[in-house]
């Protein structure tokens, strides 16, 4: 899992003892837009209300870290450390499974999804100077997508949607009862056919 610095868990005991919010319990470390070219792994203080049922929880010394249990395959390998420096110092946080994680069949299915988006989705899209991502997968199991580059405001994408990203989602994840697109295509100016 993650591993935090004795100069990291030093630093992060000082500063929750520091803190005066009495609902605060530690650190929760998690990843937002785990599994994209976007993700973005963090570090916050965790309140009673903020802990996930499936939280998994570590002690250090001193304070209590909770990693929110979707993030955990983003965090294989993840370290924290701090580097004290004439100002102070800086928390580092290295992960380097955030942005591809490994994926397996018991994955959840957004992270299967994003994965299929960004190893086979988009690389064929680069192409064109084109690029999607998921918004979000409704209750039904409905991706909602956004098409961004050289898609948004293509000529074509409608094709592309049904004929290509569409196509290939359903035939590999099966569970996945279909694929709707919410880009605003309006705006043609980098569509590759307009």
């Not at 998994?56 to 001193?62: F, H, I, L, N």
């Not at 294989?76 to 580097?83: G, I, K, M, Q």
């Not at 409704?138 to 196509?167: P, S």
Request: net charge negative; proline share 5%.
């Amino acid at each position: 899992m993650v591993e935090i610095s004795d100069d990291a868990q030093e630093y992060l005991h000082d500063l929750l003892s520091k803190q005066q919010d009495e609902d605060v319990i530690g650190i929760r470390i998690f990843v937002n837009d785990p599994g994209t070219p976007q993700a973005e792994t963090c570090i916050s203080y965790c309140r009673r209300e903020d802990r996930g049922e499936e939280d998994e929880q570590r002690d250090y010394k001193g304070f209590s870290a909770w990693f929110e249990q979707r993030s955990v395959p983003f965090l294989e390998e993840a370290s924290v450390d701090f580097l004290s420096d004439r100002m102070g110092g800086q928390l580092t946080i290295r992960a380097p499974h955030s942005k591809l994680p490994r994926i397996s069949d018991t994955s959840p299915l957004p992270d299967r999804i994003n994965y299929l988006l960004q190893t086979e989705i988009n690389p064929n899209l680069a192409q064109h100077g084109g690029v999607v991502s998921l918004v979000e997968l409704t209750d039904e199991k409905v991706a909602v997508l956004r098409f961004g580059g050289g898609c948004q405001g293509c000529g074509m994408v409608d094709v592309t949607l049904k004929d290509g990203v569409e196509k290939l989602m359903l035939e590999k994840l099966p569970e996945l009862a279909g694929v709707s697109d919410v880009t605003d295509h309006t705006d043609r100016s980098q569509a590759y056919y307009s």
